[in-house]
Structure formats: structure tokens, C-alpha cells
């Protein structure tokens, strides 16, 4: 079985949102486009333009990643805006938004009013304070290898609604079946259906693949 990888660096992934940089080849497989707020420079607005035109076509399934990030230097209110740019771009063209979140959580939650499409947080590997902060405010959480061996991080999946869930190998250089194998594990189903679930989760983006 070939297991849905929701976010990804891989081009030669053949299942799943690859993450396409903008200054890349457009890949002819799904794909996701945004500016990654350590990519924010000067030229932001210009690239911008680009990542509308790259986003309109037919296999760009998500915008994105792009969000807020706390470690780098870049002025706070600077990435609110490109963030913000993005989400109200999304709303216009009806796709989902991939978020980059590291020590923001607090302030990506009022972004939640703005948008009118479902935004999903990737990468998450943060304490159960958050992720239950994030359901309540109705965001998609995506997994990765954490859970392979975060036992703290297998404890909130348990309990994470499958509906509101994707598995991903981001950057990471693992195997996919890895992580399905573990989630599928800890919640107490198949893998097959553990898949037809997150299938399922697709469609409620909605995400066509």
C-alpha cells in the first residue's frame, strides 16, 4: 500500500503535498507554494506575485508552508503580514494553508478569524496544552517523525481526533510506513484504515488526489 505523505521535501515522492520552493521547477505532482517566513526579504512582495501565479495552477492543492517562527531575527510584524497576505490569498482561490509555526502558537490562533479555509499546523511536536489549544480554535494538526520516539507526543495523538489529523515525513529522511505503522499502533486501528481516514480528512480541505 502506498500511505499518503501530507507534507514533504521530496521530489520524488509520488504520494502526497510536496513542499515546492518558489524559485523551483514546477513539479507536475501535488505540490504546496508559499514563502517560509526565513525566506522573507525584501523582495517579499515581488515573489509574492509569483507564488499567486505558481498557486492558481491545478496541482498546487495548498498554500504554503509559510507562518510565523520565533528563533529567527526577522521583525514579528513583518511575518504577520506575508502570514496574512497568505491566508487571504487562500481564501480567494479556495485552498488550504500549511502552517510553519515555531514558539507562535498564541499568535497564530487569531489568524483563525480571517481565514475561510482550513489551516493545518505541520510539523507539530509541541505539548498537549497547545494541540488542545489548536483543536479548539479548529486547526488540522500533521505529525512526524517525533512520534516515532516522543512518548509524550504519542500520548496527544491517542487522544487527537483522527479527524483532525495528517501523518508527513517533512525534511525528515524516513519511511512514511514508519509513522503509519506507530499511529496506527498507539490508536488502536489498521494502517489501511488509519489511511482511509486521513484519506478521508483530505477530502474535507478539500484536497482532490
Known amino acids: 500500500m502506498i500511505l499518503f505523505d501530507f507534507h514533504h521535501h521530496n521530489r520524488e515522492n ?4 510536496y513542499n515546492l520552493e518558489p524559485k523551483e521547477i514546477v513539479t507536475e505532482k501535488k505540490f504546496s ?5 526565513k525566506d522573507i526579504d525584501e523582495n517579499w512582495e515581488e515573489n509574492f506575485e509569483k507564488i499567486k501565479e ?3 495552477l491545478p496541482n498546487c492543492v495548498a498554500i504554503g508552508e509559510c507562518g510565523l517562527d520565533g528563533l529567527i531575527s526577522l521583525n514579528e510584524n513583518l511575518q504577520k503580514e506575508v502570514f496574512e497576505k497568505h491566508i487571504l490569498w487562500a481564501n480567494q482561490i479556495k485552498k488550504p494553508v500549511i502552517i510553519h509555526c515555531v514558539k507562535r502558537f498564541s499568535e497564530i490562533i487569531p489568524f483563525q478569524k480571517t481565514a ?5 499546523i505541520h ?3 509541541k505539548k498537549k ?3 488542545d489549544e489548536m483543536l479548539r480554535h479548529g486547526f488540522y494538526l ?3 517523525k517525533s512520534v516515532l520516539h516522543s512518548l509524550s507526543l504519542q ?6 481526533p483522527l479527524e483532525k489529523i495528517f501523518l508527513e515525513t517533512d525534511d525528515a529522511n524516513f519511511n512514511i510506513e514508519e509513522l503509519y505503522q506507530k499511529t496506527a499502533e498507539i490508536k488502536g486501528i489498521s494502517i489501511e484504515n488509519l489511511h482511509n481516514k486521513i484519506l478521508k480528512n483530505l477530502e474535507s480541505l478539500p484536497i482532490k488526489i
Request: charged share 10%; hydrophobic share 45%.
Open 14 to 17: 509520488t504520494y502526497g503535498i
Open 33 to 37: 507554494v508559499g514563502i517560509h517566513p
Open 54 to 56: 505558481i498557486s492558481l
Open 116 to 120: 475561510k479555509i482550513p489551516l493545518v
Open 123 to 125: 510539523g507539530f511536536n
Open 129 to 131: 496544552t497547545i494541540a
Open 142 to 144: 500533521s505529525f512526524g
Open 155 to 160: 500520548s496527544i495523538l491517542k487522544e487527537f
